[in-house]
């Protein structure tokens, strides 16, 4: 670590030293920037991107951009509600060069680049929203030190949780982000103002989030081709349709013409624990390009990341000898015993391998701009890893003539995602219109490696017997005759989402202070959702027995295959309309209403409204508030996900069959059909801006659901099994369904302060603030169905799933972050607070719950800009800073010490060491340079 400190301590050294040719301080490029009347415009983010240098215009539509290199540069103007605009000027470094730009403002108003989530007109700025809304440019995306879009978006907004997983199954590969402490499911994702659609995995075995859920995958989304993230936090149904009651992310595409680049970002975990791991190598870039009256955009990005390991040598590992390694209180082997390679287990990222590819065009079709033509989309493809739990050699899921010192099952899943929209904008009769279609597809391959279906026998030679068969028997008809194997394919989850939809908007006289801007709109979506069975190995029954004479647990190990009973292709439809109405009833209130319709084929309709009020009794003081009901609609995987897993209950594999609430198991046991979640959201809150330097926003929320949507406890009792068998249900050991099980009540504060200072030691020091409060509570919970009385269950959700929805996210989220430019240097310092969490994964016990306390990670980065290169090195977590260890020692069997501690089980006997629900994982120090490259000048 301390060579690694070293280099980038002498890389500074270097780029500093005054005698270098390339330490020149370039020239100033200053101006002014206005409307078509003359009238300054603040604000406006102007920039020379082949360089990254950029600068924000003041009240009096100022602006200076130094350190530029001497030459001819494009310089583009860019601000909400107005063109943007690129100039040519030829830069000298002997005197500032002047450029004044004019912005004329944009006449279509549904264009994505002016429109800010959360209104339908027009608007120049989020301070102007009668609702909270976090704006966070490309600038500050490019800043996070990391490429993956969740995590940018994790660093950018407290409110914004993105946990890191191991151990999940699928959840290793597909993680998905949640919004004020909610589920994934609960938060509407936008591309471009679109809708995006879901991935097809169901988490149903992940942390920090509702078990059942489903999420928007934004790492399927080069940061490249982002040119801002905004985040509503204020529930938005009545104005977005389902899933937007936490809020609404949308992101907003980069637009040409700009010059092509490349930037190449690389770096590794360098901690003072474990060996230097996670070398992560990304190339990412765009290029934009005039097309007659248009532009076309194209993006692309490469991810390849090594994995980590933080698990620690396994003390109960005795196999091949019989005998188990001496391993001390760091997880270290002080005595070997055995041939098993330590750490045997795997507790950490895993490998991936990202694709990516993004496309903008647009085409005006007239020279006003008021009528043209419009298209995005792109695919992507993922090849990721994961681990399940190690199987020891001597392990009856084993067969040590396959695997002689045991195994530890991976899986290698391959993700494709793609998507697609477009339309037409125009005006017509003085409204403005948008119609247009988009299409998104997702699906998973679960495919499985290192691992083996115990049940097929300990053969793997085609040729040869491997299992008996229903009879036990071997060598009679009714053996499966097919070979074990090592690697499996499981199956396929597909999800698809095809939405077409017309958006009118106008601002009408109607006699009142000011014109009343209208939107209406109607859209129709039609759902698809998909399952497709594994190969016949992945989950058949070969009938054999294990090496020690039980019976064999059927389907390939760490994950069973898609079996027929599994398969499904189902789908839905979904007409929605809405009218927004805005206007300002008086100089210094602002009104926004709005009210929508949805009906869904499966579940029938909803009505939906939402008011919304900003007073500004200054110009300083902005005073806002919103009441508003919402829905989710339940996901059609929900519905229709269908699957036998094998869960690690009480230290005993169980087969738990989770079923959809329309099957026979689900039914006897008491399965209703899904409705929708409800909701009432209410926030409060003001914004403080007492000079065009200084802006701070608090607001306040309350989010109240009822009927929430989620995976049941798992239903275990023999006398639940017998009731199975009775309805002739066998295979399975346990049941979950999808229930709409219990209401909850969120409250919480968000805070934010942006500070710029000028003039610092001849450049501009920026400080941003922001902190989260959010307290999740379940107010009530169903109670079992009759079926169960006498039964033994206990409830309809268990301890798990209950901390996973109150507790599994800090409480408290803060960050701090000051960023420095001068001339051709640029600095940036973070400071982020994860407050403590509580879990009770992946124990699976009622008595299995550990607490563990908050954390702060620091995180610093410098940079300096060449003639065409913009050069960044910097770490995150410099401090190697680690979640608590689980610690918990009470008894999980009271009356049976011997069936261990929560502790025990929490880190699995000592070879998971680090909290399980981390919100900011466990990996430590990650140390990373970044090149800015510019192709052309």
């Not at 206005?34 to 950029?54: C, K, M, Q």
């Not at 991935?199 to 081709?225: E, H, K, R, W």
């Not at 391998?353 to 033509?373: F, Q, V």
């Not at 009356?895 to 399980?916: H, I, L, Q």
Request: hydrophobic fraction near 35%.
């Amino acid at each position: 670590m301390r060579c690694a400190l070293g280099v980038i301590a002498c890389a500074f050294l270097a780029l500093l030293l005054p005698s270098s040719p390339l330490a020149a301080q370039g020239g100033t490029v200053r101006g002014r920037v206005t409307d078509s009347t003359g009238a300054p415009l603040a604000r406006v983010a102007v920039s020379i991107e082949a360089i990254g240098a950029h600068a924000t215009s003041d009240e009096q539509g100022s602006y200076a951009i130094r350190g530029v290199p001497a030459g001819t540069h494009s310089v583009r103007a860019r601000l909400l509600g107005y063109v943007a605009q690129v100039a040519r000027v030829t830069v000298s470094e002997a005197e500032p060069t002047r450029l004044d730009l004019v912005l004329r403002a944009q006449p279509i108003g549904l264009a994505p680049v002016d429109v800010v989530v959360g209104s339908r007109a027009r608007h120049t700025a989020s301070e102007e929203l009668a609702v909270p809304v976090d704006v966070f440019t490309s600038e500050q995306i490019q800043q996070q030190g990391t490429t993956e879009t969740s995590q940018i978006l994790q660093q950018l907004a407290p409110s914004v949780n993105f946990p890191h997983q191991s151990v999940t199954d699928a959840g290793d590969i597909g993680r998905p982000f949640t919004l004020r402490g909610l589920s994934p499911d609960q938060t509407l994702v936008l591309l471009n103002g679109w809708r995006r659609h879901q991935t097809a995995l169901v988490n149903n075995f992940t942390y920090g989030m509702g078990a059942g859920s489903s999420g928007v995958d934004l790492n399927t989304i080069p940061q490249s081709a982002i040119d801002r993230i905004e985040v509503l936090r204020d529930g938005a149904s009545a104005q977005y349709g389902s899933d937007a009651i936490a809020g609404v992310v949308n992101l907003v595409m980069k637009e040409a013409p700009f010059t092509p680049y490349v930037n190449v970002d690389a770096g590794r975990y360098a901690t003072d624990q474990y060996p230097d791991d996670g070398t992560t190598t990304d190339l990412n870039g765009g290029w934009g390009v005039k097309l007659g009256r248009g532009s076309l955009s194209v993006f692309g990005e490469f991810l390849d990341r090594e994995p980590t390991n933080r698990a620690w040598a396994d003390p109960g590992d005795n196999s091949v000898t019989g005998l188990a390694d001496s391993v001390n209180s760091q997880g270290q082997v002080v005595i070997k015993r055995n041939p098993v390679p330590q750490p045997s287990s795997h507790w950490g990222d895993g490998l991936e391998k990202d694709a990516m590819t993004l496309g903008n065009l647009r085409l005006p079709l007239n020279d006003a701009r008021t009528s043209e033509l419009y298209a995005f989309g792109g695919y992507s493809f993922r090849k990721g890893t994961g681990n399940a739990y190690r199987r020891y050699g001597n392990n009856e899921r084993n067969w040590p003539e396959i695997y002689p010192v045991g195994f530890l099952p991976e899986f290698a899943p391959h993700v494709t995602d793609y998507s697609a929209a477009g339309g037409w904008r125009g005006t017509a009769g003085g409204w403005s219109l948008d119609l247009g279609a988009s299409f998104g597809h997702n699906h998973f391959d679960y495919d499985l490696a290192n691992t083996l279906n115990t049940s097929l026998g300990p053969c793997l030679d085609p040729a040869a017997p491997c299992a008996p068969g229903p009879d036990g028997i071997l060598g009679n008809a009714d053996d499966p005759r097919i070979p074990n194997q090592t690697s499996f394919y499981a199956g396929r989850l597909l999800r698809e989402e095809f939405i077409t939809q017309a958006n009118v908007t106008k601002a009408l006289n109607l006699g009142l202070r000011a014109p009343m801007s209208v939107a209406l709109g109607a859209a129709f979506r039609r759902e698809r959702y998909k399952i497709e069975a594994g190969e016949l190995a992945s989950y058949i029954d070969g009938g054999d027995t294990t090496q020690a004479g039980t019976k064999a647990v059927a389907g390939s190990q760490g994950f069973p295959g898609f079996a027929p009973a599994d398969i499904s292709d189902n789908h839905r439809t979904n007409f929605a309309a809405y009218l927004d109405l805005e206007t300002e009833l008086s100089a210094r209130v602002l009104a926004d209403v709005a009210g929508r319709f949805e009906h869904y084929s499966d579940f029938g309709s909803r009505m939906t409204g939402k008011l919304a009020l900003r007073y500004q009794p200054t110009k300083q003081v902005t005073l806002r508030g919103a009441a508003s009901t919402g829905f989710r609609a339940p996901g059609i995987s929900q519905e229709y996900f269908s699957k036998v897993v094998t869960n690690v209950i009480a230290g005993v594999p169980v087969q738990v069959g989770i079923f959809p609430v329309n099957t026979r198991a689900a039914r006897v046991l008491g399965a209703k059909p899904l409705r929708d979640e409800t909701s009432v959201n209410l926030s409060g809150g003001f914004a403080y801006s007492p000079t065009g330097t200084v802006t701070f926003t608090a607001d306040y929320f309350y989010i109240k659901i009822d009927h929430r949507i989620m995976l049941s406890a798992t239903f275990l009792q023999d006398s639940t099994q017998r009731l199975l068998a009775d309805s002739g249900i066998t295979g399975v050991g346990a049941v979950q369904y999808f229930t709409n099980g219990l209401n909850t009540r969120t409250n919480g504060v968000d805070v934010t302060a942006n500070l710029r200072v000028p003039e610092v030691g001849g450049g501009t020091l920026d400080w941003t603030v922001g902190v989260n409060w959010t307290k999740n509570k379940i107010t009530s919970v169903d109670s079992l169905p009759p079926i169960f009385r006498g039964t033994g269950e206990t409830g309809l959700i268990d301890s798990v799933t209950w901390i996973g929805i109150t507790e599994e996210r800090p409480d408290w989220r803060g960050t701090l972050t000051g960023q420095y430019s001068v001339s051709r240097f640029h600095a940036l310092a973070r400071a982020s607070y994860f407050g403590k969490v509580s879990s009770a994964q992946p124990g699976y016990c009622d008595r299995c719950r550990d607490s563990y306390g908050g954390k702060t990670l620091v995180d610093a980065e410098l940079g300096y800009r060449f003639n065409s290169v913009d050069l960044s090195v910097g770490a995150r977590n410099i401090f190697d800073t680690y979640p608590d260890q689980p610690k918990s020692l009470a008894l999980v069997d009271p009356s049976d010490p011997g069936a261990g501690t929560a502790k025990d089980w929490n880190n699995n006997y000592g070879v998971f060491p680090w909290a399980a629900a981390s919100p900011f994982g466990y990996n430590g120090r990650y140390i990373y340079t970044r090149a800015s490259i510019p192709l052309t000048r």
